[in-house]
Structure formats: C-alpha cells, structure tokens
C-alpha cells in the first residue's frame, strides 16, 4: 500500500496515479475487512472505488491529452516537502512510540444494527444530529453541483 | 482487533500514508493529482479512527461512526471539485495550478 501510494504522488501520466489511488484504496478496504468491520469495507468499495474513482476517471479523459506526461515542480521545491513530510512522520511516530496503548482484548465484530441504532438514537452518545447535518450538506452538495455544471448559458 | 498485529504497526502505516499525501500535495501542480492527495489524507484519517475505537475502546462505536461521517464529506467534496475543475477548464483551458492565477475581480 505504501508502494502503491509513493506511485501515485510520483507517477508523471495522470491515469496512472489515479489507477495506483484507486489499489490504495481497495487496500484499505482490506484492512478494514481485517479488523472485522465489514460494512464498512463494502461502503469503501462502493463509494470510493466504485463512485469517486470513476468520477476522477471521467474528468481526467475529459480535460486532458492522455500521452502526456506531467511535469513535475521544481527539485527544491520537492526537497523542501520531502524534508518536511520527513519530519512530520517523525514527530508523529516519536509521539505514538512513547504513549503506552492499552489494547483491550476484542474480538466481536461491528454489526449494522448498532451502527443503525446509534445513528438514529436520541438518547446519551446518539447520532442523531450530526445524521441530519450530513443529510444538509449532501442536498447542499447536491444543489451546488447542479448549479457549477449548469453554466451560464441558459440565463439568456 | 487483528491477531498478531499490535496498535502501533497499523498507525505506522496510516501516519506514513498521511504524509505521503501531505508531500504529494504540496509536490503537485495539475488540480487533479493534487485531488488525489487529499484523498489519500482522508483515508489515513478514517482508518486511524477505525483502529483506535476496535482496539483501545471496544464498547463505544464512536469513531466507527465518525469514519461513516468522513467518507460521506470526502465523496461529496471529491464531487464538488470535480465540478468546480471541469468548469475551470471552459474557462481557462488547463488544469495546471499556475494558469489559474487571476481572480475574478
């Protein structure tokens, strides 16, 4: 997956990088399989692989000449990103390495009917309103959409 | 929880995955990769909440639902730049980020 994702960030013909996103994510799907979370896992195959990926398909053969290959920025620029992403992943794991996690022993999967009950609960740790929120911002995302592709044409 | 895998390994993995997404943002000049990366960052994040609820809280199903809610604004957001990038590119006729400097007024 790390391998898959370096190629996708790196790779200098667009096509290619979406199609290395797109095993990043069927491999995420598989951990997510792992941890016994399988609702979860077909959403991300449905959703992303299925939806987005197609989407960025689309619009990738429709802006761009495919033998074309990318240029890529400058090599301080990638120097100085480099160096900072190198960072970051250092910090990061200094800070995980030195807590002490205390897994708890687990092993019931994740069922849809608590997923679902939870979400639509209106009791203490229910879902309900950040549910309805997600509700507005996809009619909201809906209506946006609609608006950017209809243009300005038809206004005369 | 995953036999034989301890907590730290898979938040190795996301962190090193988050940040190849920070590094290809900041790397890339054409709208669509840069996409891309951001979509790599979201899922690192989604998985982090996934793996920490399953292994150090069982009972509660809090990130399980959080990780619903981030996949939900990623695919929407996905869609929206894509609709904002394809009507950039009537206008202006390249995705590249630095044909798209001048604002509108």
Redesign the interface.
Known sequence: MVFFAIKAVSSRKMLRAVIYLLFVLIGISGIYFLVDYTFMAAVQLAVYAGGVIVLIIFSVLLVHHIELRLELSSLSQRIVSGILSLVGIGLTLFAIYTYEFSPVENYNSIEVAQIGNLLLSYQEGGFILPFEVISVLLVAVMIGAIVIAKGKKLER | ??NG????E????T??????????F?????L??M???I??IL?ASA?NF??IN?????E???G??F???V??????????A??????L??LVAS?EVEDTEIMKF
């Open positions: 929880m995953i895998i301890s907590i730290y898979i938040l190795t993995l962190t090193i995955i988050f940040f190849i997404g920070v590094y290809g900041l790397t890339r000049k054409n669509i990769t996409l891309l990366s979509e790599l899922n998985i996934v793996v399953t292994y150090l809280f069982p509660n199903l809090q399980v639902i990780s619903i809610f996949v939900a604004v990623a695919a929407a957001e996905t869609a929206l894509v609709a904002i990038i394809i009507n590119y009537k995705v």
